[in-house]
């Protein structure tokens, strides 16, 4: 089993930033590709971004493109998100998502393990 222990949400002003981490631990030694999912309140969890392991390949939600940036640390299994110019439309919870295996990076289905979310609020 793989467990995902997210942290680094909180309150930020518009224009602030903020870094989320996301550890992988247990049997996470093999990883095809992690992402970050973000879910607003009363509306279903949407993909923003994903980094394959092997090679670093990146893929963003256009809604995010320019300001938040995914990263992985392969030696502590642990990946993030820089999130920069925050909005207050990306209040919501943050999720990271693991897969060993190829998928399509962009929908939920594709990830076998998630955290438990880190909340994010930005004020206008």
């Known amino acids: 089993q793989v467990q995902l222990v997210e942290s680094g949400g909180g309150l930020v002003q518009a224009g602030g930033s903020l870094r989320l981490s996301c550890a992988a631990s247990?049997?996470?030694?093999?990883?095809?590709?992690m992402g970050w999912f973000h879910q607003a309140p009363g509306k279903d969890r949407e993909f923003v971004a994903r980094?394959?392991?092997?090679?670093?390949?990146?893929t963003y939600a256009d809604s995010v493109k320019g300001r938040f940036t995914i990263s992985r640390d392969n030696a502590k299994n642990t990946v993030y998100l820089q999130m920069d110019n925050l909005k207050p439309e990306d209040t919501g919870v943050y999720y990271c998502?693991?897969?060993?295996?190829?998928?399509?990076?962009?929908?939920?289905?594709?990830?076998?393990?998630w955290g438990q979310g880190t909340q994010v609020t930005v004020s206008s």
């Open positions: 980094i394959i392991w092997s090679g670093g390949i990146t």
């Open positions: 247990g049997r996470a030694s093999s990883i095809y590709h």
């Open positions: 998502a693991l897969s060993p295996f190829p998928g399509v990076g962009v929908r939920p289905q594709s990830y076998n393990y």
